[in-house]
């Protein structure tokens, strides 16, 4: 299990705390399942896929706004194992779900809305339709994590997919056993 601090209100966590939580997540399942491939939605600077990139096989992560896109291209230029893509999660997911059907993966979801001004796809907070969307594959050998989950969220649940309402109440459950606030 991933060692963790205090319950943020006793104890707030900075930015590299946080990060090295996610990450440290991240990993755990990726050991306990064996999984290869990490699929990111939401690029932003690319921190994450710079873990991942030492970590994984391969890391597939895709970005809604060309500057983030642009940029983490150029970070990530000449690494072979990064495969950076500029579209909305909505159309992309089911691509990248055929395509990577017979992989172990570690799905990370995390593209939403990031700041006044900034670009987002059809909706601002999208991981119920990618839910919805990795929920319909079907998925035989992968493990779906998501960051920034609110207190909403498992309300919302109920209309994607009914019969993944113990799943809400599991997630729930761990949120709270490990002291995870929104947003986090
Ligand atoms: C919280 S940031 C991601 C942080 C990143 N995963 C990391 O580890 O550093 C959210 C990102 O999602 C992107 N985004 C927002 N809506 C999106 C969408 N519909 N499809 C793809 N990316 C999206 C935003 O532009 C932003 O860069």
Redesign the pocket.
């Known amino acids: 299990m991933t060692k963790h601090k205090g319950f943020w209100w006793e104890e707030p966590w900075t930015g590299e705390e946080v990060?090295g939580y996610?990450t440290g997540v991240i990993r755990e399942y990726k050991d306990k399942f064996g999984l290869d491939i990490l699929v990111?939605?939401?690029?932003?600077?690319?921190?994450?896929?710079e873990?991942g990139r030492h970590r994984f096989r391969d890391v597939y992560?895709?970005?809604?706004?060309p500057r983030?896109y642009e940029a983490a291209k150029e970070r990530f230029k000449g690494v072979p194992n990064v495969h950076l893509y500029l579209?909305?999660?909505?159309?992309?997911l089911p691509e990248i779900v055929k395509l990577l059907s017979e992989e172990g993966t570690v799905y990370?979801l995390?593209?939403?809305?990031?700041g006044e001004g900034?670009?987002?796809?059809?909706?601002?907070?999208?991981v119920l339709e990618e839910l919805g969307i990795l929920l319909k594959a079907n998925l035989k050998n992968a493990v779906v994590l998501m960051?920034?989950i609110d207190s909403t969220f498992f309300q919302k649940i109920k209309a994607i997919a009914p019969e993944a309402q113990e799943l809400g109440g599991w997630i729930a459950e761990m949120r709270i056993a490990r002291g995870i606030q929104d947003g986090y």
């Open positions: 990060m996610k990111e939605t939401g690029t932003y600077a690319g921190d994450t896929v873990f992560s895709v970005e809604i706004d983030n579209a909305d999660t909505e159309d992309w990370w995390d593209a939403h809305k990031s900034t670009p987002y796809g059809k909706t601002p907070f999208p960051d920034d």
